[in-house]
């Protein structure tokens, strides 16, 4: 997919978030968006989510705007789109129904009670629960495949972290949009999901990733997006946003001193 915001702005109730933000992400392309606290990342991800209509300017998917399409059809293209959030939100039950519960949603109900029925079969058959080939292959992304009949609930944070990444990349989503993914994650953990984005990126997934993590950022960024008070202020590869910034402003953040006060860059 193709998915763009074209001078995208948001507002509540009058207070200016984002201001005319333009960024593409490219289908195999990693675009990272980094900032200070408050900058507006978490709000243009869930834009890029489909979660929130821009108060201005256009997000396109494909070229076409989902928010001039009827519901169910945006609904059909926000299924196209997996999200990861700071915190993993897994349901009580197996690490395999976890991971199967975000491709099921993205089924119609006659194929969902198909599967049902299939796996009542199977484990009639075999007696034991059973998973399939593509649940398997999303936990082998995070390398969790020998854990799939696990309860979630006794999964480490981390692990559960890995699960949900698995569960978002297993309906195939062609745009992922990663929150913070990682920023409650030990070097292993984080280690880990990094090389699941880059095995994302590799198989053709379009990755928008919001990270306080500059470090990160630079691993794993086809491109990095600057944002700063609700403005994009610089994109570009991060060798070039990092070691040779063209503002001002990104050059300050990067070298981590920017201060605010009341809200105001200080000069
Ligand atoms: N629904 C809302 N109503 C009012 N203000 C909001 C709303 N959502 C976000 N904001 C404000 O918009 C600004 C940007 O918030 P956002 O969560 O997008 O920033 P962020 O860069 O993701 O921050 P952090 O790095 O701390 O997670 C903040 O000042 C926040 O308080």
Redesign the pocket.
């Known amino acids: 997919m193709n998915f763009e915001l074209e001078r995208a702005s948001y507002g ?2 009058g ?1 200016p ?2 201001t005319a933000i333009s960024l593409a992400v490219g289908a195999g392309e990693v675009v990272t968006v980094i ?12 834009l890029a989510a489909l979660f929130e209509r821009p108060t201005d300017g256009a997000v396109r998917c494909d070229g076409t705007e989902p928010w001039s399409l009827p519901r169910d059809d945006r609904l059909a293209l926000r299924r196209r789109i997996g999200v990861v959030f700071q915190q993993a939100s897994l349901f009580e039950t197996s690490v395999a129904r976890n991971v199967d519960a975000g491709r099921r949603i993205r089924r119609p109900w006659s194929s969902r009670l198909r599967g049902f029925v299939e796996r009542l079969a199977a484990r009639w058959i075999h007696g034991s629960p059973t998973v399939d080939d593509r649940t398997l292959e999303a936990l082998a992304l995070v390398g969790l495949e020998d854990e799939w009949d696990r309860d979630a609930a006794s999964l480490s944070g981390g692990e559960a972290q890995r699960v949900s990444f698995a569960r978002a990349l297993a309906p195939r989503p062609e745009l992922l949009v990663l ?2 993914p990682t920023s409650d994650l030990d070097p292993r953990n984080t280690a880990i999901l990094e090389r699941a984005i880059g095995r994302a990126r590799d198989r053709d997934h379009g990755v928008l990733l ?1 990270t ?1 993590d500059m470090h990160q950022a630079e691993r794993i960024s086809d491109r990095v997006a600057v ?1 700063l008070d ?1 403005e994009l202020i610089e994109i570009g590869p991060p060798e070039r946003v990092f070691e040779d910034p063209r503002d001002e402003r990104t050059a300050r953040f990067v070298r981590g001193d920017l201060l605010y006060d009341d ?1 105001e860059l200080l000069a």
């Open positions: 509540v109730d207070t978030i984002l900032g200070p606290s408050g900058a507006g990342k978490s709000t243009l991800l869930r929150d913070e919001a306080h944002l609700g809200n």
